[in-house]
C-alpha cells in the first residue's frame, strides 16, 4: 500500500478525500438558502424589482463562489485544515509574497479616498482619484521589477 507523501499531486487522498469541504458546502448552503427566500420575497412583494433582484444577485454571488469552490478542491492537494488531527506545526510555513516596505497600498487608498469623495465632492476630483490610483497599481504591479526587491 502506497504513503500517501507518495501520492501524485491531484491524485485521491485515503487518509482526506475531499478537500476544502468546509468552504465548498458553506457557499452552496447559501445558494439553498437565498434562494428559497428571494423566490418567497419575490413571491409576497409582487415582484419588486430591487429586493427581488438583489436576493438572485446574492444566490448568484454564492453559488459563483461556491462553484469556484469545489472547481478548486478538484485540484488542490489536501491540506492540514481538512484534517481534523492534524497539529499546529504542519500549518507552520510561508503563508504568502507580502512586500516588507512598500507605500503603493497607500496611494491606492489615498486614490480610493479621492475617487468616493469626488462622486460627492464634483467630478474633477474622482477624475484625481481614477488618475492616482492608475499611477498606485502600476507601481504596485511593477514593484518587483525594479529597486532593492527586484529579481
Do not use: C
Amino acid at each position: 500500500m502506497a504513503h500517501e507523501k507518495d501520492r501524485a499531486p491531484g491524485e485521491p487522498s485515503a487518509v482526506n478525500p475531499t478537500p476544502m469541504r468546509v468552504e465548498k458546502w458553506t457557499f452552496l448552503a447559501g445558494v439553498v438558502f437565498f434562494l428559497p427566500v428571494a423566490l418567497l420575497y419575490g413571491f409576497w412583494s409582487s415582484w419588486e424589482p430591487v429586493g427581488t433582484v438583489a436576493l438572485l444577485l446574492l444566490v448568484g454571488l454564492y453559488g459563483l463562489a461556491g462553484g469556484y469552490l469545489a472547481l478548486l478542491a478538484r485540484r488542490v492537494d489536501p491540506r492540514p485544515e481538512d484534517n481534523p488531527t492534524s497539529d499546529v506545526d504542519e500549518h507552520a510555513g510561508e503563508m504568502g509574497v507580502y512586500s516588507p516596505h512598500s507605500w503603493w497600498p497607500l496611494v491606492l487608498g489615498v486614490a480610493a479616498a479621492l475617487a468616493f469623495a469626488g462622486i460627492a465632492v464634483g467630478w474633477w476630483v474622482f477624475g484625481i482619484g481614477v488618475a492616482v490610483g492608475v499611477v498606485g497599481l502600476i507601481g504596485q504591479t511593477f514593484e518587483f521589477s525594479r529597486g532593492p526587491h527586484a529579481h
